[in-house]
């Protein structure tokens, strides 16, 4: 039995002394002192031995148990030190190297426009309002007057998912305005800004996919001068005192009457131009006073309470704030671009 616990000494210690890895170090541990190891199956044919042999390889076995316990921890030590000597090394830092820069990001002229707008609504008592841009029809259109066979009704204007159009990507955010009038209580004073989809060619101040800010005012005495008051203001706060707008009228189903507001094309300044199409006026929004139709379909009582509403082109004032000529370099994220604001 010496004989085994010589032959396993030897043994032991040289595989562990060409130990290249913990995992390796680990698993020499379990092969010679585990509760299977080799050391222990050795020490079980104990019981083969004379009274007189036991004491004398016993202290052998406990000899061989501590060489090879010291034998581990010096090769445990001597391989933690390698390992973290080789992790220093590749984590090195040349602190010459110059520093990469860090670019910082700015607001896009779009939240810019969006956020003075906020602001000047909400100091005027209004409220944000927000619905889904995957819209049921009756809500983006039947609930704002546009009866069955309307031309915006059209799928080569409308972006459909249903065969039967009942659902759709909303073409304005009017229908928040009906979910309001349905939900809230009287008076009431929200914008409902967000992305609208329509099938528009693109071109300078046209696009498939844009955003806009709807707003609704609902009380007792609501009048058209209400509503051009407001607007107005609305663009002298955003162009400055020297802006100047026109009223036009126009038809829209869920107003009567209807009008059109242009502001003054900043490209030409009136004369015409390709971004105005020649016509020195680029339209921003369209307005006009509640039809009573939509009123009462939301449960309100057209003959006690009145309102308006608009619809405003949010890239159309980002264009003129910021004298931006064409409106596809709002949707290039080229950086160049984006830096100047």
Known sequence: MKKLLQELRDTSLGAIENAESIDVLENLRVRYLGKKGELTAILKQMGQLSEAERPVIGQFANELREALTSALDAKRAELTEKMLDRKLRSETIDVTIPGKTVTVGKKHPNNTVLDEAKDFFIGLGFTIAEGPEIEYADYNFTKLNHKEGHPARDRQDTFYFTDDDRILLRTQTSPVQVRVMETQSL?????????????????????????????????????MGDLKGTLNELVRYLYGDDAVTRFRPHHFPFTEPSCEVDVQCFECGGKGCRVCKGEGWIEILGAGMVHPNVLEGCGIDSRIYSGFAFGIGLERLTLRRFNISDMRLLYENDVRFLNQF
């Open 187 to 223: 008076p009431i004073r929200i914008i409902s800004p967000g992305r609208v989809y329509r099938k528009d060619e693109v071109d300078a101040t046209h696009s498939p996919m844009f955003h806009q800010i709807e707003g609704l005012v609902v009380d007792k005495g609501i009048t």
